[in-house]
């Protein structure tokens, strides 16, 4: 299993001794093919997914090759669900480089911005501990889910998916007082609200 990363993590070599997958934090980051990568990632090795036997794909695998490409890559080549250790070693670098550089470029493929959503997503719903220990890392990863939707949410899909999982990280882990004000709820089609329900 993933654990909360406990120092920085600057520097850390892409070595096949990197053994155990880590949740790198907040403030702290990796570097990996030469790219610093802040945090709110997972990275390592050996993360198995929530599902089945595969692979975490969002675990960024530092054993894994990557390598730049004149040519650039095409995005039409990473599969509709995206991994890490499935894609190509000319679009890790893609990938790794749109980290580096902010999460923020507008022309980024969006399997680039599902790949990341999905370690945000596991973090909230799968790792994280009971509600007490729950702080500022989890306003942290929503408040980024948000800002992803503000660059990213007019693809239909990544809109769709990364609304259900605030509505779900909503239901499950806050408290709604009778004196809250409403929330604001986009018309995203007909279901109601997780929040909501």
Known sequence: ?????????????????????????????????????????????????????????????????????????????IPYWPSYSGIA???????????????????????????????????????CGPKSERGEEYQVILGEVRRMLDIYGENRSFRGYASAFLEMAQAIHHSVGIDDPPPDYPALGYELPARLK
Not at 5 to 34: I, R
Not at 93 to 111: E, F, N, Q, V
């Open 89 to 127: 070693a000319t679009a890790r670098h893609a990938y790794l480089k749109w980290h580096a550089s902010g999460r923020s470029a507008t022309d980024a493929p969006i399997s680039f911005v599902f790949l990341y959503f999905y370690g945000l997503e596991r973090r909230i719903l799968y790792d």
């Open 1 to 77: 299993p993933s654990q909360p990363a406990s120092t920085g993590l600057v520097g850390m070599p892409a070595a096949p001794s990197v053994q155990a997958a880590e949740w790198v934090g907040l403030n702290e980051c990796v570097t990996v093919a030469g790219f610093r990568i802040p945090g709110l990632v997972y990275f390592g090795r050996h993360l198995r997914a929530i599902k089945g036997h595969d692979v975490e794909p969002a675990l960024i695998d530092p054993s894994k090759p990557v390598a730049p490409s004149i040519a650039g890559f095409d995005p039409a080549s």
